[in-house]
């Protein structure tokens, strides 16, 4: 498994549906934004809708943090578009907003190291910075079911750092002290907040 962290983001281009419209991407695009790139095994499966509602779920907040959701399959954009047809009551969809990226092959998925030996996609999830470049990355097995709050936290730490030139310490929220590089903030942390 590659370590992407720290890199520039593998560059794609790809047919993409978002809200029933298929258009063609590139991750380019969306140079000037933060992009949360999550991909899924596959459509109509289990484990998926609930992490493609949880996203949807947490989607104006993302958004309203500069940040593009995009998910991530080895399915058609025909397949995307039925299945966002599909009502939640049928295990569906239907209500996602956000693009879904058909990578068709495995290609984009390959090109994250995130293809499993099946041909499809494990539940990798990379947080790129406004300069394309992957600032996190975590890779879950297909039965594990991915925490969307904690991609809006490293999002939003990430964002804290840029600005404010200080670390987040571990369980870091938005509003929450954070650290500078120095002994003597760390231990002033310890002592005053840290559990």
């Given amino acids: 498994m590659s370590v ?4 520039e983001a593998p560059h794609f281009k790809a047919k993409c549906v978002v809200k029933n419209e298929c258009k063609e991407i590139r991750l380019t695009d969306y ?5 949360i790139l ?3 095994p596959l459509d109509f499966t289990f484990v998926c809708p609930t992490e493609l509602h949880a996203f949807q ?5 993302f958004t309203k943090n500069n940040c593009v959701v995009l998910g991530c399959s080895v399915d058609s954009h025909f397949s995307h578009m039925a299945w966002l047809n599909t009502p939640k009551e049928k295990g569906g969809i239907q209500g996602i907003t956000y693009g879904l990226i058909s990578d068709l092959g495995g290609h984009i998925a390959k090109s994250y190291d995130v293809l499993n030996p099946d041909g499809i996609a494990y539940r990798g999830l990379f947080l790129i ?8 990355q975590v890779v879950n ?32 929220k938005k509003g929450l002290s954070a650290i500078t590089t120095t002994t003597e903030s760390v231990a002033d942390y310890l002592v005053k907040v840290a559990r």
């Fill in 38 to 40: 999550f991909f899924y």
């Fill in 4 to 7: 992407l962290v720290g890199k």
């Fill in 129 to 136: 910075d406004c300069e394309g470049i992957v600032r996190h």
């Fill in 141 to 172: 097995d297909l039965p594990l079911g991915r925490n969307v709050e904690e991609a809006l936290r490293m999002l939003l730490a990430l964002q804290h750092t840029e600005e404010n030139g200080e670390v987040c310490p571990a369980n870091w």
């Fill in 31 to 35: 140079k000037g934004k933060y992009v």
């Fill in 57 to 61: 779920a947490c989607l104006e907040e």
